[in-house]
C-alpha cells in the first residue's frame, strides 16, 4: 500500500510565491523562456498597507519624433524588447511611409517603399522600388495593403533595421506602384 508524499512546506510557499510574483506582473507567457521587461522588478513582495496598481508595473515610453505612444502599449500585457515604446530600441536615422506586402512572420513584416529615382542622361525619373523587413510590435494590427510608417534603428537582426511607428489602415488593396 503505497501514500502519497505531501509536497515539502517550503516548495508550495516558493510556487506560491512565484505565481504570485507572476499574477503582479501578468506579463503574457508563450515563449519558453520567461517573458519579462527588464526595468520592472518581478520579485517584488508587497508593503503591508500599500497597494501599487499593476499599470505601475509596467514600462513604456515616447519614441520621439512626435509620434504618439499606441494605447495597447500603454494598457497591454505583450513584452517585446524589440518594441520602440516597450523595448530598448530607439529610433533614429530615416524614417519613410510604405505598404505593408507580407505579415506573414512573427513580429515582422514586409513593407514596399516605392521612390523616383533621376536619370542624368535622360533628365526624367524612373520609378523603383525595395522591399524591407520591419519589425512590428504586438501593439499594431496590420494587414496587407495598410500604409505604415517606419523608422530606422540599431540592427534588430541580420536583415532586420527599420521598426513601424504608426500604422494607416487600408480599405483597398496598394501592393502596386500608385504612389504618383
Known sequence: QRTMATPAPQ?????????????????EQVERAYQKQTPIFAGRTRVVGKKI????????????????????AIEGTYVDKKCPFTGNVS???????AVVRS?????TIIVRRDYLHFIHKYNRYEKRH????????????VEEGDQVIIGQ????????????????????????????
Open 91 to 97: 529610433i533614429r536615422g530615416h524614417v519613410f511611409r
Open 53 to 72: 496598481a499593476a499599470s505601475k508595473l509596467r514600462f513604456w515610453r515616447d519614441a520621439g519624433l512626435g509620434f504618439k505612444t499606441p494605447r495597447e
Open 130 to 141: 525595395r522591399n524591407i523587413p520591419v519589425h512590428c510590435s504586438p501593439c499594431f494590427s
Open 153 to 180: 534603428c540599431r540592427p534588430l537582426s541580420k536583415t532586420v533595421r527599420f521598426n513601424v511607428l504608426k500604422v494607416m489602415k487600408s480599405s483597398e488593396n496598394k501592393k502596386m506602384f500608385n504612389k504618383f
Open 103 to 107: 505579415n506573414k512572420m512573427k513580429r
Open 11 to 27: 516548495a508550495t510557499q516558493a510556487a506560491a510565491a512565484m505565481k504570485q510574483a507572476q499574477d503582479a506582473t501578468a506579463y
